[in-house]
């Protein structure tokens, strides 16, 4: 039996998925045993209920003074810097990807927390993947800063698991639609920034050609396979750091016409730019039949189902 998780700290906890993954958590397990950190100011609304404190995950003296004041024994480390982001400041990627995620496994070593949630991306694949699904395990390539700091990063999680017993797991999100927090600093923005732009202009310029594919997951489906991951019990995982998951594949331009069922002014066109090169190195769409079988992942938005829900919450939030 794995142990139980009750005291949770949270980094990035004002990103796009940190964000709803903090609110998710403090329903869960009490916002009184979750604390939000973030390198930046949070919103007041991610103060509510649970404890915010500003944290460098560089710092590994500020993420020990925090684990102890706090007497945490579960971190979901969801600081990092992003694959476009990434490639305008690579150094910087290293330094906040791979010192914090280090810095993170190494307090947790020394302290033997209970569980470490340390996410990854299909930005691990690279154009030398098969696109069509990409593997499990397939040689693993990426041409980015932020997919190489991730392919490090379950190298290392798994290490940890395996050289120190420490109970470390992972996911390899694909791109995450949501409606609450902007995402920031990714290839797969467009596919956020496309909704806002449909109700407020009627129209997008979109960053990435019409046919470019995608793996993609709305936001609900992300924080059940996080919450899920971290859940199953020890002893049923063969993988621990890398498991694929995917959700929905669709073109840029498929994405489009199906905001135009709901939105018939809307017009979209496309001029790629750096980013395109990016998209173009990672897979159309993921097998994640290790997770189906290991921890029972199963989504439940597609294309249709998450246009509609997004649509309708993006209509209240921005007051149409
Ligand atoms: C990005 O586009 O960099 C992220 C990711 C796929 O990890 N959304």
């Known amino acids: 039996m794995s142990k139980t998780m009750h005291r949770i700290l949270v980094t990035g906890a004002a990103g796009q998925i940190g964000s709803e993954l903090t609110a998710t958590l403090c329903e869960r397990y009490g916002s009184e045993n979750v604390l939000a950190t973030d390198h930046r100011e949070a919103s007041a609304s991610l103060h509510e209920g649970c404890s915010f ?3 460098d995950v560089t710092d590994k003296k500020q993420i020990e003074i925090l684990i102890d004041r706090y007497e945490i024994d579960t971190v979901f480390h969801m600081a990092a810097i992003l694959s476009a982001i990434g490639e305008e400041k690579p150094q910087l990627a290293w330094q906040v990807n791979m010192g914090g995620l280090y810095n993170v496994l ?3 070593r020394e302290r033997n927390l209970v569980r470490v949630f340390s996410p990854s991306s299909i930005a691990v694949f690279g154009p030398e993947t098969p696109p069509d699904p990409a593997p499990q395990t397939p040689p693993l390539r990426p041409t980015t800063m932020y997919g190489l700091t991730k392919v490090a990063g379950e190298l290392l999680g798994d290490y940890y698991v395996h050289r120190f017993g420490l109970d470390v797991r992972g ?3 694909p791109g995450i639609i949501s409606s609450e927090t902007l995402p920031g600093g990714g290839t797969t923005d467009y596919a956020v920034e496309v909704f806002y732009e449909a109700l407020r202009k009627k129209h997008y310029t979109c960053f990435v050609r019409e046919d ?3 793996p993609m997951m709305y936001m609900p489906d992300c924080i059940q396979a996080t919450i899920d991951l971290m859940e199953t019990d020890f002893g049923r995982l ?4 890398d498991f694929n998951l995917a959700s929905m594949s669709f073109s840029a331009g498929e994405l489009a016409a199906e905001i135009t069922k709901h939105i018939p002014e809307f017009t979209c066109n496309y001029k790629p730019d750096k980013r395109q090169t990016i998209a173009d190195s990672w897979p159309h769409a993921i097998d994640d039949s290790a997770a189906r079988d290991e921890w029972g992942w199963k989504p ?3 294309l249709p189902s ?6 309708s919450r993006l209509s209240k939030k921005i007051g149409l």
């Open 300 to 302: 439940s938005y597609d």
């Open 106 to 108: 190494e307090v947790a």
């Open 171 to 173: 996911v390899r999100y």
């Open 53 to 55: 404190e500003r944290l």
């Open 238 to 241: 063969v993988h621990h750091c």
């Open 306 to 311: 998450m246009t509609e829900d997004m649509i």
């Open 212 to 214: 470019t594919v995608l």
